[in-house]
């Protein structure tokens, strides 16, 4: 059986080692297990609560996205996507927003340091409270369940929020589901192998605390100056230092083997001076980060390539997404109106099953489209990228294939931006017309 795990980086500034650590690591490599069926997210609707800044969110989107595939991410094996690309997340986030006890929300922790914060300045409790504040938690169960997770690796402080995922599942099927569980119920997964980091300053690393060291930005010297300005206390070279109760120590540990720690270690019990500690630091992260940076450098240099890896992971993700949502609709009263009309119930029913289908072979994106049936009306040629056949679909829905095509010796070629993408006898584009008509015809 496999095992659904999910995990999600908020985009609001640029990846650091702590990220790279305690969460992009461990996913990869957990998705490289054969049982696992691994989502793997940009959180940019969560990045709108924290920060204000869209070319900040926006770059960080392409960051995040380059640093997951550049530590060695396969987009093929996983489901990679953001998550403003999945509608059905902010759809379901209201639906279960409608099931959530507002105290529920009252309880969860960033809320109620907000409350607290507030309160010791003699403020209004609620002052800077933004209702995304409030009730992320509740969108944080929607990217959860929206694809049914089983496992979502956290740090111990979102303990709380996975159990409030769950307490909103568990209201959501009693209610609505007549016997059927919508959502399975996810569990946290808190590795306690996974170190939290410390930052320059020993809180722990966090953009939140302006404390991180960058993994790719401003490149090796930018990782080296970093490292150089992280807190120390004052012993001198030749004096014996607790190798427990040093920064330097705990970062150098995350990224070493427990060999190459244990001399550290003695080093620095040794006497080891801080500035060579840092230098050693410096050296064992340069030879980690280093073959990754030019890998994520040409990433950033080609932000196409990343999108078009986006593209297809948003499909993959919404077929799931799209096929629950429909589920969840029924299940409210937000019947799709085929199935709430008396006559011409059936024919509509069998019609809204005609369905274009991407889908991609040996690198390249093609689709096809499928009648009610299930028969194949029409495969497309080829594509490099898949917003080109996303687009290619689009026009074809919308205009039909006539508008694309021209008729010559018997054959329609359709065509799109001077290329033939598919060739239909008459009869095939008739039937290829219908089933678009009546596509659209439901759509209204
Ligand atoms: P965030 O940027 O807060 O959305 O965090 C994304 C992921 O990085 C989460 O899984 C965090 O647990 C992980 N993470 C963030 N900061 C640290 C840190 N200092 N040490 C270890 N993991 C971290």
Partial sequence: MTTRVLTGITTTGTPHLGNYAGAIRPAIELSRQSDVDAFFFMADYHALIKCEDPERVARSRLEIAATWIAAGLDPEKVTFYRQSDIPETTELCWMLSCVTPKGLMNRAHAYKASVDQNTEKGEDPDDGVTMGLFSYPVLMAADILIFNANKVPVGRDQIQHLEMARDIAQRFNHLYGKGEAFFVLPEAQVDDEVATLPGLDGRKMSKSYDN?????????????????????????????????????????????????????????????????????????????????????????????????????????????????????????????????????????????????????????????????????????????????????????????????????????????????????????????????????????
């Avoid at 991407?358 to 049936?373: D, V």
């Fill in 212 to 444: 991180t060291i960058p993994l790719f930005e401003g490149g090796s010297k930018a990782l080296r100056d970093a490292i150089m300005r992280i807190v120390t206390d004052s012993r001198e070279p030749g004096v014996s230092k607790d190798p427990d109760s040093s920064h330097v120590f705990a970062l150098y540990r995350a990224f070493a083997t427990p060999d190459q720690a244990s001399a550290f270690r003695r080093s620095l019990e040794e006497g080891l001076g801080w500035g060579e500690a840092k230098t050693q630091l410096y050296e064992l992260l340069e030879s980690i980060i280093g073959p990754m940076r030019e890998k994520y450098n040409q990433l950033m240099a080609d932000p196409s390539s990343i999108e078009s890896i986006l593209q297809a992971g948003a499909l993959k993700a919404r077929k799931q997404s799209g096929d629950l949502m429909t589920r969840l609709r029924e299940a409210v009263g937000l019947r799709a109106p085929a199935s709430s009309a008396g006559d011409g119930k059936k024919d509509k029913a069998k019609i809204r099953s005609a369905r274009f289908v991407s889908f991609r072979e040996n690198g390249k994106f093609h689709f096809r489209l499928l009648s009610a049936q299930g028969e194949e009306l029409l495969l497309s040629e080829a594509f490099d990228q898949p917003k080109d056949a996303g687009q290619v679909m689009a026009a074809l829905k919308q205009q039909g294939p006539r508008a694309l095509g021209q008729f010559q010796e018997g054959i329609w070629q359709l065509t799109w931006q001077g290329q033939i993408f598919c060739r239909l006898s008459d009869e095939q584009l008739k039937a290829v017309a219908d089933v678009v008509h009546q596509l659209n015809h439901d759509a209204e």
